[in-house]
Structures are given as structure tokens and as C-alpha cells.
């Protein structure tokens, strides 16, 4: 893109070609001749990053998307199914997922890498800007496909995201409507929602085309802020660059793995395993953690126009940045004062998104709208003053000299502490949505020793089974276990039954099938292929005999459930894969249950007593007594023991594949790690006499 | 010009509910009589919670006493229930600030409580606390009887 090339291939069906599309002369000049400045550090990585990002989402979205059903009734289970029965359903789910959650999180770093090295500075201005447009491209669509699991956090998430728009004067109303395609969000909404989060990021791919055009225009800018002069500045962009990005790569994909294998639930919200209920609002809605600053914003302003000026402001003012900061030096490490103000920014943000996670109460919102002051404050006002009063030390004359200094001089400590500080701050912030999730009162459930815990877990068989009878005898007089089926029963990595096993237990059961040749419904007994039937034809049936609530499904429970780990806590369950707050909760409710409420606490009529369940009265009588089911194994038939198995159990159902995710997670670390390291060795030979 | 206006029209106008989502919409009728003093139901129409509540002495002389000039967005109690009929109060059960469903018999005000983002509305439905601007809707509806209305 720099000019016609004079590449010229040596394979003639590849002259044929050049001569009539010059494609080849194109790909060489742009991702091969391609000057690149030789001081780039491995923030200028993250642009390869985000392009395998993009790509990848784009992949396994294509995918997820010839397996799911948009479809307000169906769409919740099409992804439940895809996770259970699609082979590899799961990894791709995750990818896709945790996916959307990485491609934020790297394009915060590319952005703040810009904001801190001045890279939107003349002439890339509409570099700059075309990348605030992807930006904001991927907020629409990760908003969007957010949505589409229509659990409770997505239907809820929608709601209140559409309802943005009512606050606009006259038209609000209208435009909410021509949204939804209904007057709540609904099946229409779900079906435009898909067609556009499928569609998006194909726009997203046609801008960064263009956003990469700009930037080959302009060239890179680079750490030191002066432009390449000569050839001494510059590096051909093959190999040099192309094998920095790809140890960059490697490394983000470690990050990566550690969540799509191990922590797939760390980053989403325990309530999105419950499906829509347009009638039932979650206690705490909160977006995903990308947005979650924007979000504090919206809420620090009690008036509802402002609030969404404000906050659609907090994005726009990106564009404007190049006229905002008029300061001749480029780069903050020449910048003492905007240095300092750049790392007071960061800061703000990432306690914005902490607050946008809390509940908009007291301290909070004060809090809130201090920072919010901050971070207009920071464009408006501080980068203007700056770039009057500020006297910047002196850029070095080149590139080359950049280079030079550096090797002379002292290592840099900067780039570690940088990196560990984004960790940091990137946990604080990412984490912070497990602190809000949770229902707030009720004790702390006890943390149990499972045995499927950590990078190694393994189900229990024995406790599976023993759990799968506890469900059988005790809970299913209630409760479904809608997703799943007999002949879940005899899978790799759940009960270890065989399939006879499996189908001499479904045989037990009665199954409704028909209607028959004469049109009329029977009884057969249970195959392998059926589910576990409900105990109940219908909800409003549940509802009736159960003191007007309906027992939940407990297909999810185990994941469904959670509970406030606070600070620091989510912090440390980042590094030990901690993921057990729904089983520790679920184990804590089966034991939670008292007789008598403590003095002083009176429970509403026909609920009971259980210590760990938020408010503490809840609907569902004490379900286990000792001796209640009796074990082949010996094992002693105890509540404590009743409700550690069916724990298991539920976590079995919830997440079936479970052993094979963490195996699978194993042997993938083992090869990126092994992958990553070959890469730097490779990565510092090639770069051996650049330096 | 106009054809653009023409052609783009109905690429936008196909995004408003479509025609059995409007039939869907639809007036309803609901029976008051089982709803005891003090109790309320929450019933649907077009998507949309409708609260219900025959409310108590005690709620319908809070709502009546208030003094407007307190109020957010002042409205007497009379404008928000139908006369003759003070003990039924019919409001859409969607907060006016970003459309979560507010907890009836919660909050300070003998009302809803929103658990969202904490707005609270008063026995009348009307905001008192909150981030919210405006008192919850009050749906289109009739008295058929004394104890059947019809919303919509």
C-alpha cells in the first residue's frame, strides 16, 4: 500500500496473475517490504493480537451459528445443546465467549498504548478515528451477541440497553419500539439482534481494512514518537516484525487458554444460566466488564438524558482526541507531566469499572461521579492545559538513535511494571463482576473440597452416582433436570455407567410419547435417548403444588448459583481456578436449613429457615434427613454426605464435559507453552543483528 | 429523492411490531374479585408486567395526602386511578428508567421498590427516590364492573 511495488514473482502462473491483479506486489509491499520502525515495543503487538482475534471470533461464530437457534423459546436451549452434544460444542462456546472478552480486553491495551505514545497525533488522525469506529463497532456487537443465549443477564442486559434510547425527547418511545419489533424486547428483538451480531463483524473487518490502509499510509508510529527517516530507522516488516507478532500471539493465547479451558465462567455472570424470564428482574443487573465504566458513567448522573449523553460522550470524545491534545511531542515518555496524568487515567478508568460493577448506592455513586468529573476532566481540560504548559524533554534526532541510547543505557524496568500493572488492573476490573453477581446477604457458603476442582479435577464416580440416587429418590419429586438425558448417564467423564446400565435405569422410567396412529397420546417405557421427564406437565402446574413458586430445573444449578467473593478475593480465584461458588453454594443451602430461626428472625409463613439462602426464608422445605437414601457402598447416609454427592452431581449435570475440558486444556498450555518458547528463541535470532 | 425516501421505508418500517404482534396486543379483560385488600397481581399485556393492587385505607391516604409540590413529577393520586374506584391502582410495572421490573410492597414508600438501579415509587406509583424521571405508566384501561376492567 506504499506505492507501486516492484515485486516481481518468478513462477509464471503467479506473473500471469500479477500482471492482470497485482495482488502478490500488494501483499509483498504491505505484511513483507514493508518498512517497520525498529524500536517498536510488544505493545505495537497487540494489533497482530486483535487481528487473530477478529479472525477467530469470526471463525467460531460462523460455527456456533449453523448449531443455534435464534428463537425466543429455543435459543437458551440451542446453546445448553451445543455445549452437551455438539462434538466440541463446548471449546468452540468458550472460544467464542471468552473470545469476545479477550478481543476487549487487547483492544484496551491497543488503545491505551495510542493514548500514552500519542499515536492518534498528526498525521493519524483518521488512523485514530477509524479505530474509535471499530470500537464502537465491537461494543454493538458484543452487546449483541451477548444476547443471544437469552438467559436472564442477556434478556435483562437488552432491556436495559435498548431503554438507553427512550431517553431521547419526543421520539424515545418510537424508537424503543422499532427496536424491540414489539413492545418488549422479545422474539423479534432476539432475531434482529442475531442477523446483526451475525452481519457485524464482517463491518468490523471492511473498516480495519481500512483502519490497516491508513496506517500504512502514515507508517507506525513508534515509542519514540519521531518519524523514520531513513533506512536505519526501519526493519523490513517480514521477518522482523511477523515473528515478534507471532510470540506476541503465542503469549496472548496462553492468556487466552487459561480461560477457555479453565476459567470459562470467571467473566460471565452466574444469572445467564437462568433462562429469560420477562417477568422476574435479576437483584443486580451488570453488563459484561467491558463495558462496565461507560456504565458507571450512565449511572453517576442522576438525570436519564444526561446520563446517556454522558455516557455515549465518554466514547465520542475519543474522536475529537487529536484536536484535544495539540502537544508537538507524540510520545508520554518525553512528556513528564502527561506521563504522570496518563497513569492517573488509567486508574480512573479501571476504578470506574469496579463501581460500574457495584450497586448504585451511597458511596458508590459519590464515588462515581468524582471519577466521572475525572475522566472528562483528563481530555477536556488536562490535555489542553498540558499542551500549553508543559515543557517535554528533547526526542532523540532518530529512530536509530532511539536504539542506540537504548542498548547503551539501562534496561527498561518500564515494560514489566506496565505489564504487571495491566494485569493487575485488568483483574481488579474483570473480576470486580464476580463480586457483584452475587445475591447480597445470606452467610458465606463454606468452601468444600471438591474433587473437580482445579487444573486436575475429576469427578468422583462413586459420588455421582451416589448423587444421581440422591436426585433420583429426593429431589426429583420437584425438580427436572430438563437437559439431561439416560444416556448422559454412560458418557465418558460423568457416572461411568455402561450403556446397559444406562438403559435398564431410563427403562424404569415412564416417557409420554405420540400421539400414536389413532391420535392419541401413551406411556412407553424410557430409552436412552429420552430425557429425565419433569415432575410436573408445566410451570403454572409446579407453581400450584409448590406454595406458588415453581422448583427450578436443575440442570444448571451448580452454575447458576453464586455468591459474593469480594475483594480481594476474585483476585486470588483468578490464579487457583477457583469455580466453586455454586457447588459451595448448593452444598451450603442442603445443610443450611434450621429448625428454629435464630431469636429475633421471623420467617414469612410457608417459607423456612436456611442460613445461607439470601434473606434467609426460603420456599423449599428442609429436602434431607439422615437416613433418608441408603447407600450400597457404605457410605454414611448423612445430610453432610446427601448433599455433597448430589452436589457433585448437579456440577456433573451442569458442566458434562468437564474432564474433557481440562485434559484437552493440559495438553493445549503444554504445546503454546512449548510453541511460545520456540518462537522467542526464534524471535531473538532473526532480531540478533537489528539491534 | 422521494424514491430513495420510497424504497428506504420499508427496509425501516419493517422493524415495528409486526401484525400478529399487534393483534397479540390486543385489549384484555381481568377479574378484580379474587384480589383480596392489600394484594396484587401482576398480569401481561403486550409484554408488559401490569401490577394490579387494591390497595389499603392506609396506602390510598398516603398517596392522597402527599404534598405534589415534594413530588419529581408531581400528579395527584385522583389522576392516577379511575374515580369512584381509589382502592385499585393499575400502573405498568416497568421502571421509567431503564425498564427493569420494580418489586411491589417494597421500598420506603409503601410502594415499588426497582432493585436495578434503586428507584422507589410511592403507594400512587409515582417516583419519589431514584434515578428514575417519571411516575410508572398508567396503561390505558376501563372499569367493565365494579370488579372487571379491561386494559387496552
Redesign the interface.
Known amino acids: 500500500m506504499s506505492g507501486p511495488s516492484d515485486f516481481q514473482p518468478s513462477n509464471p502462473a503467479l506473473k500471469w496473475i500479477e500482471r492482470r491483479l497485482p495482488i502478490f506486489g500488494l501483499i509483498h509491499s504491505s505484511f513483507v517490504a514493508y518498512p517497520t520502525p525498529r524500536n517498536l515495543n510488544y505493545w505495537w503487538t497487540f494489533g497482530a493480537i486483535l487481528s487473530m482475534m477478529l479472525a477467530l471470533q469470526i471463525l467460531t461464530g460462523v460455527i456456533l451459528a449453523m448449531h443455534y437457534t435464534p428463537h425466543a423459546d429455543l435459543a437458551f436451549k440451542s446453546v445448553e445443546l451445543i455445549v452437551r452434544d455438539v462434538n466440541y460444542g463446548w471449546l468452540l462456546r468458550n472460544m467464542h465467549a471468552c473470545g469476545a472478552s479477550m478481543f476487549f480486553f487487547a483492544v484496551y491495551i491497543h488503545m491505551f498504548r495510542g493514548l500514552y505514545y500519542g499515536s492518534y497525533k498528526e498525521p493519524r488522525e483518521v488512523l485514530w478515528i477509524l479505530g474509535v469506529i471499530i470500537y464502537l463497532l465491537m461494543m454493538a456487537t458484543g452487546f449483541m451477541g451477548y444476547v443471544l443465549p437469552w438467559g436472564q443477564m442477556s434478556f ?1 442486559g437488552a ?2 440497553i ?3 434510547f ?1 431517553a431521547v425527547p419526543y421520539f424515545g418511545e418510537s424508537i424503543v ?10 422474539n ?1 428483538t432476539l432475531n ?1 439482534f442475531f442477523s446483526l451480531h451475525y452481519l457485524l463483524p464482517f463491518v468490523i473487518a471492511g473498516v480495519v481494512v481500512l483502519h490497516v490502509w491508513a496506517l500504512h499510509v502514515a507508517g507506525q508510529n513508534n515509542p519514540a514518537g519521531v518519524e523514520a527517516k531513513t533506512e536505519k530507522d526501519t526493519v523490513p516488516f517480514t521477518p522482523y516484525a511477523t515473528i515478534k507478532d507471532a510470540f506476541g500471539v503465542s503469549c496472548f493465547l496462553i492468556f487466552f487458554a487459561w480461560f477457555i479451558f479453565y476459567m470459562p465462567n470467571y467473566l460471565g455472570d452466574a444469572d445467564n444460566y437462568i433462562p429469560a424470564n ?8 451488570v453488563p459484561e466488564w467491558y463495558y462496565l465504566p461507560f456504565y458507571a458513567i450512565l ?1 453517576s448522573i ?4 444526561a ?1 446517556v449523553v454522558a455516557m455515549f460522550s465518554a466514547i465520542i470524545i475519543l474522536c475529537f482526541l487529536p484536536w484535544l491534545d495539540s502537544a508537538r511531542t507524540r510520545s508520554s515518555k518525553y512528556r513528564p507531566l502527561a506521563k504522570q496524568f496518563f497513569w492517573i487515567f488509567v486508574v480512573v478508568c479501571i476504578l470506574l469499572g469496579y463501581l460500574g460493577s457495584q ?3 451511597g458511596i458508590y455513586v459519590i464515588a462515581g461521579r468524582i471519577l466521572t468529573v475525572c475522566y472528562f476532566a483528563y481530555f477536556l481540560i488536562v490535555l489542553p492545559l498540558l499542551a500549553r504548559i508543559e515543557t517535554p524533554r528533547p526526542v532523540p534526532n532518530s529512530i536509530a538513535d532511539d536504539v542506540l541510547a537504548k542498548s547503551k543505557g539501562r534496561p527498561q524496568p518500564m515494560v514489566s511494571t506496565m505489564i504487571a500493572i495491566m494485569v493487575a488492573g485488568g483483574l481488579v476490573f474483570a473480576g470486580s463482576i464476580q463480586s457483584a453477581k452475587a445475591e447480597e446477604g445470606g452467610d458465606a457458603p463454606p468452601a468444600q473440597k471438591w474433587s473437580f476442582s482445579g487444573p486436575f479435577g475429576k469427578y468422583d464416580r462413586g459420588s455421582l452416582q451416589r448423587g444421581l440416587k440422591v436426585y433420583k429418590e429426593v429431589c426429583s419429586a420437584c425438580h427436572s433436570l430438563n437437559y439431561v438425558a439416560f444416556r448422559n448417564l454412560a458418557d465418558p467423564g460423568g457416572p461411568g455407567y455402561s450403556e446397559a446400565q444406562a438403559a435398564a435405569f431410563a427403562s424404569e422410567y415412564k416417557i409420554k410419547d405420540g400421539p400414536n396412529d389413532q391420535g392419541e397420546m401413551f406411556e412407553r417405557p424410557g430409552r436412552t435417548a429420552d430425557y429425565f421427564p419433569a415432575p410436573f406437565p408445566n410451570e403454572q402446574a409446579a407453581a400450584a403444588a409448590n406454595g406458588g413458586k415453581a422448583p427450578p430445573d436443575l440442570s444448571l444449578m451448580a452454575k447458576a448459583r453464586s455468591y459474593k467473593r469480594g475483594f480481594p478475593q476474585f483476585v486470588f480465584d483468578f490464579f487457583t481456578q477457583y469455580q466453586e461458588q455454586g457447588p459451595d453454594y448448593v452444598d451450603a443451602i442442603l445443610q443450611g436449613f434450621e429448625d428454629k430461626p435464630p431469636a429475633g428472625v421471623t420467617v414469612p409463613e410457608g417459607t423456612y429457615y436456611n442460613k445461607y439462602f439470601p434473606g434467609h426464608a426460603i420456599k423449599m422445605p428442609k429436602p434431607l434427613s439422615d437416613g433418608q437414601v441408603t447407600f450400597d457402598d457404605g457410605s454414611p447416609a448423612t445430610v453432610k454426605q446427601y448433599a455433597h454427592d448430589v452436589t457433585t452431581f448437579l456440577m456433573w449435570a451442569a458442566e458434562p464435559h468437564m474432564e474433557a475440558r481440562k485434559r484437552i486444556g493440559m495438553q493445549v498450555f503444554f504445546f503454546l507453552v512449548v510453541f511460545a518458547i520456540l518462537m522467542y528463541f526464534t524471535k531473538r535470532k532473526v532480531w540478533a543483528d537489528a539491534h | 429523492m422521494v424514491g430513495a425516501a420510497a424504497t428506504v421505508w420499508p427496509l ?1 418500517a419493517q ?4 401484525a400478529a ?1 399487534i393483534a397479540a ?1 390486543a385489549p384484555i379483560q381481568v377479574d378484580l374479585a379474587p384480589i383480596a385488600e392489600g394484594q396484587d397481581i ?1 398480569v ?1 399485556w ?4 401490569i401490577y394490579i393492587s387494591h390497595r389499603t385505607k392506609k396506602q390510598i391516604q398516603e398517596a392522597q395526602s402527599v404534598a405534589l409540590s415534594s413530588l419529581p413529577d408531581p400528579q395527584p393520586d385522583s389522576a392516577r386511578v379511575k374515580a369512584g374506584h381509589d382502592q385499585w391502582l393499575v400502573v405498568i410495572g416497568i421502571c421509567t ?5 420494580p418489586i411491589a410492597h417494597e421500598g420506603n414508600y409503601d410502594g415499588f421498590f ?5 428507584s422507589q415509587y410511592d403507594s400512587s406509583g409515582r417516583i419519589r427516590q431514584g ?3 417519571a411516575n410508572l405508566a398508567v396503561p390505558p384501561y376501563a372499569f367493565l364492573t365494579d370488579t372487571k376492567i379491561q386494559i387496552g
Open positions: 435483562w432491556t436495559v435498548t431503554n438507553l427512550s419500539t422499532l427496536l424491540w419489533g414489539g413492545y418488549s424486547v422479545g423479534p434482529r420477562p417477568g422476574v428482574t435479576p437483584a443486580h443487573i449511572r442522576p438525570n436519564k438524558l446520563g450497586p448504585p448506592e | 425501516v422493524m415495528n411490531p409486526d404482534t396486543g401482576k401481561f403486550r409484554g408488559k408486567p428508567h431503564l425498564g427493569c421490573i426497582c432493585p436495578c438501579h434503586g434515578p428514575a424521571p
